[in-house]
């Protein structure tokens, strides 16, 4: 099975934004960075929260697939009392009914003094 980089979005670090490998789209885990800033955007969670998944939004669509295509994410979250203003957010994103499975975690901190990271896989069965 082929592997191919996505490597349309700055990394922090030594990593590939995204990795196609047949079907499926492995995504690395996306804080709230402003990509034209290169800053965080840090004024409460929800902001941070709606950057992260407009990263992510923008990684998936320049590989081809949507939102529809996340079959799993995992949250991390410095702070799980951010569970609820975080979920509200996130929610907006995915499609009611057809949302990916998730798991999320309070962890003991993040790159950039983050509040949140999100990883994503998604899945096209159509996918050349």
């Given amino acids: 099975m082929q592997r191919a980089a996505i490597t349309d979005a700055k990394t ?6 995204a990795q196609q490998v047949g079907n499926f789209l492995f995504v690395s885990g996306q804080i709230g ?3 034209l800033t290169g800053k965080l955007e ?4 929800e902001t941070e929260t709606r950057q992260v998944l407009v990263n ?8 081809g ?3 529809s295509n996340v079959v ?20 907006k994103y995915f499609q009611e009914g057809n949302y990916p499975t998730r798991a999320t975690v309070q962890v003991a901190a993040l790159p ?12 096209k069965s159509n996918k050349k």
């Fill in 12 to 17: 922090i670090g030594p990593y590939s934004p």
């Fill in 33 to 35: 960075l402003n990509t």
């Fill in 42 to 45: 840090s004024q409460d969670i």
């Fill in 56 to 63: 992510l939004m923008g990684i998936l669509q320049s590989a």
């Fill in 65 to 67: 697939y949507d939102s």
């Fill in 72 to 91: 799993s994410t995992n949250v991390y979250l410095k702070d799980i009392n951010d569970f609820v203003k975080m979920n509200v957010v996130y929610a």
């Fill in 112 to 123: 950039k003094d983050a509040r949140i990271e999100i990883s994503a896989i998604a899945y």
